[in-house]
């Protein structure tokens, strides 16, 4: 266990067994903790160059909290909307939490073998990494489901935090919640010390990441709006009450499910919203048509060196689900969005270069 | 319109036709605003009695607050909800959010003839008061569903506000908006003041309580925690983006519907919880079982001169929805939750006694 995902099944398994002896960890999950810091407009951004991107977040913020601006927005008011994967984190070559999901899937078939012999868990116990690569989208929603399902909230809490602690991404051989945007984490460390409570809007599981979102990105668990399955009260044997995970979604915090899902727990239209792929559209469109100062961003993934080039800075038309379309681009262009250039808008990419 | 709730259609509908008529309100809905100042712990409870109920939110406070205290909890751990109806503001005789729905049954009436003639909007429409207070909870459960969907959020907002700002309770001649419980706005006041997020957790709607919620409790919306309708994403015929609120349940925040509610969108177990009836008992369980220190708390209706008596303060069997029953009582007992005596333990019941 020193640094790479198990590529077999087997060694995904003594992963696990190893695991499942190990105190669950309440170390810190990331290098870089929110900073309390109020830092001036004029090294807020550190590890931006100066461009419109940068000066795009410079002028909202002036804007807005400039009493005298015509643009002014009392602070009780000021609220920035954050989509994560490709946007605050890496989301290449797998999503984490997916990676997450896939390492479960060996420790359920020990428990319920049936799902041995089950498509398409039979192909992630394969450990054929091309052909788990390929499974469309309705398999690994029933992937998600079974994995994240059937167990207490607070069992959930401690097998994804164990997880966390441990797993490393293969290309950078880090923990997954060390492959935040260096740039971001200011964006947010800058917004926050104006007044706006930043929001972290995933379609990926809200229950996941509220498990690091303090740590990580100084946002507290009840301000991640995500994918949400139900959790049903009943009592243990002993007559405590508890939450179980249900296989019931509740909501799908995807394209439209973003403003909907900020409807549900917010139940106010942003400011300003990031994303950087289809699925934040509509989340997008529905800060842009507010009243007032208006920041909406795309951050565009071109920077093959240091990151991963996809959607547009490789030329499309790419058709893969939640990525930067050509339509996306194109909807930016004319809304007046900015898009962020991995490659010459960011001097940094990560805290640990 | 002075003061009175119409008693008949006729008289509804005039209402209704002249609040048409109103720009839309934007003054402060209640007297009360939430307070800025840090209370000491000496003169932060003033409408309060001395008692055992007083005692143990102080104490709460203090051990949690103090960091040589074994039961510390740090500052951005701290959660305090409270349930709404008869917990922070009268319910008696009927919610305030049913009025407004029943207040809205001549208008949408005008707009869909047929409703005239189907029940139980008929029973609605006929004024009589008795055969209202007498409709089942399904029957309500229509008439909210009906009332309060297939509008804009914003539309739905304007609406709202309206109502708010002309309905006047029955008995007091006041908006319901000033119905407040002065005793639990300063226990709002003084747990906010020592670092407690305070959230409302309501079964009734949580886009109706997000209308007055800042300015009635000095609660975000984004604090307000309740029965969900779900909502859609469109696009209105000028391309601008819209949500449209569906007749769906989303979330019934009723019951076992509170700590999953919690779940939902706070994520978190709360420190400490306050309610009044049956409703409020899964909350309150939830909140109790966690670690350290714990505040559940339960108002009694016990003062049928100052407010109400009802529940077990008239002798019981009390067997309407969601009150405070003897099991209830019995539990809260056993359970060591603090029971809070209208009569016994507050000053003071409204600020504008």
């Known amino acids: 266990m020193t640094g ?5 099944v087997v060694d995904r398994r003594a992963l696990i067994s190893m695991l499942a002896l190990l105190p669950v960890l309440s170390a810190p999950l990331a290098a870089i903790s929110a900073s309390a810091q109020t ?5 807020a951004l550190p590890s931006w160059n100066e461009g419109p991107a940068k000066q795009a977040i410079l002028d909202f913020v002036r804007d807005t909290t400039d009493q005298a601006n015509p643009k002014f ?5 000021r609220i920035a909307t954050f989509d994560q994967d490709g ?8 999503y984490g939490q997916m990676m997450y999901c896939l390492d479960r899937v060996p420790v359920l078939a020990k428990q319920k073998p049936a799902l041995k012999k089950l498509e398409p868990f039979k192909t992630v116990l394969s450990g054929d990494r091309e052909a788990i ?6 398999d690994l929603e029933k992937i998600i489901l079974v994995t994240l399902t059937g167990m207490t909230t607070d069992e959930f809490e401690a097998e994804g935090k164990k997880w966390l602690a441990a797993a490393r991404d293969p290309r950078w051989k880090r923990p997954y919640t060390e492959l935040t945007y260096q740039p971001m984490l200011e964006v947010l460390t ?9 929001y972290i809007v995933t379609g990926f599981g809200q ?11 100084g946002i507290p668990p009840e301000q991640v709006v995500g994918s949400a399955l139900a959790v049903k009260y009943d009592y243990a044997k002993n007559g405590k009450p508890i939450l179980i995970k249900e296989p019931k979604l509740m909501l799908n915090d995807n394209d439209a499910g973003k403003p909907e899902g900020i409807h549900l727990m917010i139940g106010r239209r942003p400011n300003a919203s990031f994303g950087n792929s289809t699925g934040d559209q509509q989340m997008l ?8 100062a208006r920041l909406s961003m795309l951050v565009l993934h071109d920077d093959a060196t240091r990151e991963y080039a996809y959607g547009p800075a490789q030329g499309l038309p790419d058709t893969k689900v939640g990525t930067f379309t050509p339509a996306l681009y194109a909807e930016a262009k004319t809304k007046n969005w900015n898009v962020i250039s991995m490659k010459n808008d960011w001097k940094t990419i990560f805290s640990f270069e």
Not at 190 to 198: C, D, E, S
């Open 39 to 43: 830092p001036t407009s004029s090294d």
């Open 73 to 77: 927005v009392p602070s009780e008011q």
């Open 207 to 217: 229950d996941f990441v509220r498990l690091y979102s303090q740590q990580v990105y």
């Open 133 to 138: 690569a390929k499974l469309p989208l309705r």
């Open 190 to 198: 800058y917004l926050r010390a104006n007044g706006f409570k930043t």
């Open 285 to 292: 469109e529905y800060t842009g048509a507010g009243e007032g």
């Open 4 to 8: 790479n995902i198990p590529r077999s």
């Open 87 to 94: 946007t605050l984190w890496v989301e290449h070559p797998v």
